[in-house]
């Protein structure tokens, strides 16, 4: 209910001209909010930061984890629990919570980070306010919080592994990147691209909250990214049809996505007799 | 030449066993460095939100890792600015109640999927599966003018409504029901047990586990929750403690100790529930993500 006949109400009123106000009248416009977005260069630098959203998130979000994941694998289990325990707290953190302690951190005249690079004879980085910095800051935090989630998905794959293929491979005279690279690996490949198609389908979405909090869009929308687009159409300028086409065109997207990557898992995904 | 070929093996042996036991000991020692790093990425800001929030103002920007004169200032301070013992009891509210609502029509509806065959079953649970992929972002105007329809904005059953049922609840125990064993549903059956009895009194209490690993996710992804209450709040009074910090950082500019103050406070919960319960806590979360 909350759904899908929001859904539909999205489509249709992505058709009209509203200002959200019951007393005001909502006028047909037709295609023209359609062909309003995609004449925005707005949209397009949006959609641009997306894709770099999710390019600067797969490493923090997939490759350190699984670093992390084998690496700790083989430590004691005492060090494997205490690392394992550590990197999770930011998942549990609030997104808003987290936002405000990286800002207290991160603010250019009194926060940690700048008087440490201060301290070291440098000039303060604006993390939040420089449009070159910006998106990279927001990235890094929102990997923060996912590093943990990844790291537990990635070594609960990993300790499923049968030690026994790993046993033969060590006979046969394996070292031990060989048994990463020849065994580990292609074992783990089918939730590393699990974990790779949540962050291309979900990444800009976690990040929201940081650019809410932490930029609102800015500086010069270059931190906005799709879905912080939408909010802003909805909700700041009080446009409905705005809103609700670009929420339409979000979902079509989206659901093409979606299905083109989920057919490329069934395909490629390695299986484990 | 016969005892030089025999010694030399045994010459080189000790050699190349020295030589790898050394140096995984420095790769375990750069591993450890790099982990401890990371490590210190991961819980350092959570933990100078602690130390910040015991800072009085005057110490506040000190670079020193512990609060040198700790006080509870930041705290008052937080609690005059905003109702922030109303605003946790909303969030307790809402995090509970949504829990319960979850975990019953998530019971109730899981027990029909995976019990029932019933027409377009299979194409009704594709539908309710797929409602966890749909972004938030694409349905909140509806949403947010439903909301307003019916006169409920800026109120903490608002925030519960669309809480009310999940996806991923219901597509976690519809998972758990199929692997429980069929002989045991039969042998109720025979004995003349309802469906009713047969779902509370052989199913539920026998998938403890996952229903509390269940609880513990919603309860602490309810308690973080932005968005949605992002979209009703009006009045601090009826809204939740994430939504406090976050007008403390508009409205009251930068009073860095009395956020990190109402940080701790809003995080203090999720972190006790964590540090109890932290296996659960995180099987909890892992399973969500592996379907």
Redesign the interface.
């Known amino acids: 209910m909350w759904i899908y006949w929001p859904l539909v109400d999205a489509m249709r009123l992505s058709f009209y001209q509203w200002n959200m106000l019951p007393t005001s009248p909502q006028i047909f416009v037709g295609w023209e909010n359609y062909q309003r977005i995609f004449a925005l260069p707005k949209f397009w630098q949006a959609l641009r930061n997306t894709g770099v959203y999710i390019l600067g998130l797969l490493p923090l979000a997939v490759l350190i984890p699984l670093a992390i994941a084998i690496y700790t694998h083989d430590l004691p289990e005492r060090w494997r629990n205490i690392y394992r325990a550590i990197i999770f707290v930011p998942m549990i953190i609030a997104p808003v919570v987290a936002a405000a302690v990286w800002r207290w951190l991160l603010d250019p005249s009194y926060g940690l980070t700048n008087q440490a690079i201060k301290g070291m004879g440098l000039d303060p980085v604006k993390f939040l306010s420089d449009p070159d910095v910006a998106i990279w800051t927001v990235i890094v935090i929102t990997g923060w919080k996912l590093m943990g989630f990844s790291t537990l998905i990635l070594s609960a794959a990993n300790a499923n592994i049968n030690p026994t293929l790993i046993e033969a491979a060590r006979m046969d005279g394996a070292g031990k990147w060989e048994i990463i690279r020849d065994v580990r690996l292609p074992l783990l490949s089918s939730t590393v691209l699990f974990l790779v198609v949540m962050t291309i389908l979900l990444g800009a979405q976690w990040s929201f909250t940081y650019i809410n909090v932490l930029t609102g869009g800015g500086p010069l929308g270059a931190t906005t990214n799709i879905y912080y687009l939408l909010w802003d159409f909805g909700f700041s300028t009080m446009s409905v049809g705005w809103g609700s086409a670009s929420a339409v065109i979000l979902f079509l997207g989206f659901g093409v996505v979606a299905f083109v990557l989920f057919r490329l898992i069934d395909r490629y995904s390695f299986h484990d007799n | 030449m016969t005892t030089d070929a025999l010694a030399r093996p045994a010459l080189a042996r000790p050699a190349t066993l020295r030589r790898i036991s050394t140096q995984s000991g420095l790769n375990t020692a750069a ?2 460095l ?2 401890v790093l ?2 210190i ?3 350092f ?2 933990y ?2 602690l130390v ?1 929030s015991f800072r009085p103002a005057n110490t ?2 000190e ?1 020193s890792l512990w609060p040198t004169q700790p006080s509870l200032d930041n705290y008052t301070r937080a609690i005059d600015a905003i109702p922030i013992a109303r605003m946790l009891v909303n969030t307790l509210v809402f995090s509970a109640v949504s829990t319960v609502f979850q975990l019953l029509t998530g019971i109730l509806a899981a027990f029909a999927f995976a019990r029932w065959r019933f027409p377009l079953d299979k194409l009704v649970y594709t ?1 309710v599966a797929l ?1 966890w ?11 947010y ?2 909301i ?2 019916m006169g409920l904005l800026d109120s903490v059953l608002a925030l519960i ?2 809480n009310i049922a999940a996806a991923l609840a219901i597509m976690l125990l519809a998972q758990a029901m199929r692997g429980f064993p069929r002989e045991v549903i039969e042998a109720a059956r025979m004995d003349g047990a309802s469906n009713w009895r047969i779902l509370w009194e052989v199913l539920v209490p026998n998938l403890r586990g996952t229903i509390a690993s269940l609880a513990i996710l919603i309860f ?1 992804s309810t ?2 929750e ?2 949605w209450p ?2 009703l709040s009006r009045t601090a009074e009826n809204s939740v403690v ?2 406090g ?2 007008m ?2 508009t409205a009251e500019g ?1 009073q ?1 100790g009395p ?2 103050a109402a ?1 701790t406070l ?2 203090l919960p ?2 006790v529930i ?1 540090i109890v319960l ?1 296996r659960q ?2 099987q909890s ?2 399973k969500s ?2 379907r």
């Open positions: 591993g450890h790099l982990m990371l490590s990425f991961c819980l800001p959570v100078w939100m910040s506040l920007f670079t539908a409602t992929l749909v972004p938030f972002q694409v349905v909140m105007i509806p949403n003018l439903l307003a329809q409504l669309p602490i308690w973080n932005y968005f992002l979209l994430q939504i910090i976050q403390f950082m930068n860095w956020l990190m940080s809003a995080s999720v972190l964590y932290q806590v995180v979360f892992m993500g592996i």
